[in-house]
């Protein structure tokens, strides 16, 4: 028992996760390069009839990363209440958008791989459930996995969330501790803390998503903070603001109020 508790609150626990985080940084690549090798070998569509395999492999290799690519373009795109939500309904949109510029895209392809091949609009028509199909795929596999829940031994209290080594260690040794929020600036997150504040280059985005969601929540599209960095929320008529231990106001948007009333304790 003492050797499952050492490995749950330790640091190889700690180490595990961060290989898992870094691993989850290059899957959509690895995915993309993987497809492109499995529709390489199938050829599907008739593409391995008509294409030798000498250029069967290197066309499907770039119509899968163009693939990934306007698949991701469309998952920032489309609206979500819940970003890492995930429904076959939003597989479908996702498709379906990423599609249309995929469309144009494999035709001219097609024209580059077999010269003289053109379409018009009935063929980019006929030609559009068959790009929406491969998208769907893609679109599925690049939902993101659940996350992993890390459950600790009965009768043992879990570990205190703690900001992941990867992120403190892009700040000042001053800095590192009384976090009160980060601020997005252009390709930076700004840290404030009560000891001041740093720059460090990362998206608000991805700094959101590696810090444990029980020390904080995004309040607005270019904030996120620290539970116990806000003194007190603030409400007047259509504004709402997040006032922090060093009394900066932090504007609440409407989309994130409802789970800051919650998470904050209003």
């Given at each position: 028992?003492?050797?499952?508790r ?14 898992w985080?870094m691993?989850r ?7 993309a390069?993987?497809?492109?090798a499995?529709?390489?070998v ?14 069967r492999?290197?066309?499907?290799m770039?119509?899968?990363?163009a ?15 819940s ?21 144009f ?8 791989v ?5 379409f ?14 491969v ?31 990867e992120f403190?260690?892009k700040?000042p ?7 009160l929020a ?14 001041g504040?740093?720059?460090?280059l990362?998206r ?5 998503a ?8 995004r ?11 806000v003194?007190q929320?603030e409400?007047?008529p ?29």
């Amino acid at each position: 028992m003492n050797s499952v508790r050492r490995f749950v609150t330790g640091g190889r626990m700690r180490l595990a996760m961060r290989e898992w985080r870094m691993l989850r940084k290059w899957r959509v690549p690895l995915s993309a390069v993987a497809f492109g090798a499995m529709l390489g070998v199938t050829g599907p569509f008739g593409s391995q009839s008509v294409l030798g395999p000498a250029v069967r492999y290197p066309f499907w290799m770039v119509i899968a990363v163009a693939g990934f690519g306007t698949a991701a373009a469309a998952e920032r795109i489309l609206p979500s209440i819940s970003p890492r939500k995930r429904t076959f309904a939003r597989y479908f949109a996702v498709a379906a958008v990423s599609a249309v510029p995929m469309t144009f895209f494999v035709a001219w392809a097609m024209g580059v791989v077999r010269p003289g091949r053109t379409f018009g609009p009935v063929q980019l028509l006929g030609l559009f459930p068959y790009v929406a199909l491969v998208q769907l795929l893609i679109a599925r596999i690049m939902a993101p996995d659940d996350p992993v829940t890390v459950v600790a031994p009965a009768g043992q209290p879990a570990a205190a969330p703690e900001y992941p080594p990867e992120f403190l260690s892009k700040l000042p040794a001053a800095l590192r501790s009384d976090i009160l929020a980060l601020e997005a600036e252009d390709h930076y997150v700004r840290v404030h803390t009560l000891n001041g504040s740093a720059l460090v280059l990362m998206r608000l985005a991805d700094a959101a998503a590696i810090i444990d969601p029980r020390l904080g929540l995004r309040v607005h599209r270019s904030w996120w903070v620290a539970k116990d960095g806000v003194r007190q929320l603030e409400r007047t008529p259509g504004r709402a603001t997040a006032r922090l231990l060093d009394d900066t106001a932090v504007p609440i948007s409407r989309t994130y109020l409802p789970a800051a009333r919650t998470v904050l304790k209003d």
